[in-house]
Nanobody, 128 residues
Framework: QVQLVESGGGLVQVGGSLRLSCAAS????????LGWFRQAPGKEREFVAA????????YYADSVKGRFTISGDSAKNTVYLQMNSLKPEDTAVYYC?????????????????????WGQGTQVSVSS
């Protein structure tokens, strides 16, 4: 059973920083990707960033590129999202997600349908 546990959310002022963590357990993630999505009240869940363990590639939404950095520690099965220069529009519940087995297939990191497992989410609030 795959489990994803997020941590690191909180309240921060505009321009501040937070680091989210997602600890994954239940399988070896070398053939998978881990991603971050977010959902603000009244809006659909949207892609933020992802990392593909097998190739080490990273992907970002245009809205966070240059401000957020995704990284991973394969030994700990943990992925991080460093968020800098936070804006009020970054306020949302942030979810960690683990993809299906990507062996021999194409992968669209921005599609939530690529992800089989989701964490419970962690709230990020940015005050102006």
């Amino acid at each position: 059973q795959v489990q994803l546990v997020e941590s690191g959310g909180g309240l921060v002022q505009v321009g501040g920083s937070l680091r989210l963590s997602c600890a994954a357990s239940g399988r070896t993630f070398r053939r998978y990707a881990l991603g971050w999505f977010r959902q603000a009240p009244g809006k659909e869940r949207e892609f933020v960033a992802a990392i593909n363990w097998s190739g080490g590639n990273t992907y970002y939404a245009d809205s966070v590129k240059g401000r957020f950095t995704i990284s991973g520690d394969s030994a700990k099965n943990t992925v991080y999202l460093q968020m800098n220069s936070l804006k009020p529009e970054d306020t949302a519940v942030y979810y960690c997600a683990a993809s299906r087995d990507l062996t021999g297939t194409d992968y669209n990191p921005r599609s939530r349908y690529e992800y089989e497992y989701w964490g419970q989410g962690t709230q990020v609030s940015v005050s102006s």
